[in-house]
């Protein structure tokens, strides 16, 4: 990183406008005791699918996957760490990297595995992002909403007529998009 004068609008400066290679060595977050033993080093920059602990906040004591990165704004998602919205909705609550400690590295990438100096075998199937035999992953995304909702809909009654029968098939709930939000004009003026 380039070093910037010690003045603080300076300092900011470079914050706000560092390149994203940058950034991501601003990211760092401290390791945990025993991944301080293990790779000899202090802190590493955060990725994608590392395990950290929360430090402060309502959430602090939990170890959880980060979810994203978002460099741009120096944040990451967690995934379960949510912040419930006016409208009653769950949304992803954004944390700092001083809030967090790394419990479990992510060694999926050979570029990391080989920046930490760790050998293939000393590499364990949950580090690499496998689970072990036997475990199912599970089902996340769009696509296990799609599985899940057949099999909550209700089988069909067998002793209503075949007509009422097929409506209910042709009836089939569609989730439909809210309308996009229309601006409000002006009041046409009235006429005299």
Same mark, same amino acid.
């Given at each position: ?55 402060? #906040? ?75 035999? #036997? ?5 996340? #995304? ?8 057949p099999s909550a809909a ?39």
């Amino acid at each position: 990183m380039r070093s910037s004068p010690h003045a603080p609008r300076r300092q900011r400066r470079a914050v706000f406008q560092a390149p994203i290679h940058e950034r991501r060595l601003r990211m760092t977050v401290p390791l945990s005791r025993e991944l301080r033993q293990r790779f000899r080093r202090r802190h590493v920059p955060i990725r994608k699918g590392d395990t950290v602990r929360i430090l402060s #906040g309502s959430y602090a004591g939990r170890e959880e996957r980060v979810a994203k990165v978002w460099r741009r704004s120096y944040a990451v998602t967690i995934e379960g760490v949510t912040l419930k919205t006016a409208e009653e909705k769950l949304k992803p609550l954004t944390l700092k990297t001083s809030h967090l400690v790394i419990t479990r590295l992510n060694l999926a990438d050979p570029w990391r595995r080989r920046s930490l100096h760790v050998r293939e075998e000393e590499v364990t199937p949950e580090e690499r992002g496998k689970l072990p035999e #036997g475990e199912a992953a599970p089902a996340t #995304g769009p696509a296990a909403a799609t599985d899940a909702a057949p099999s909550a809909a209700p089988a069909p009654n067998p002793a209503a007529d075949d007509e009422e029968d097929a409506a209910d098939v042709d009836e089939a709930p569609a989730t439909v998009a809210p309308p996009p939000k229309r601006r409000r004009s002006a009041p046409a003026p009235e006429a005299p």
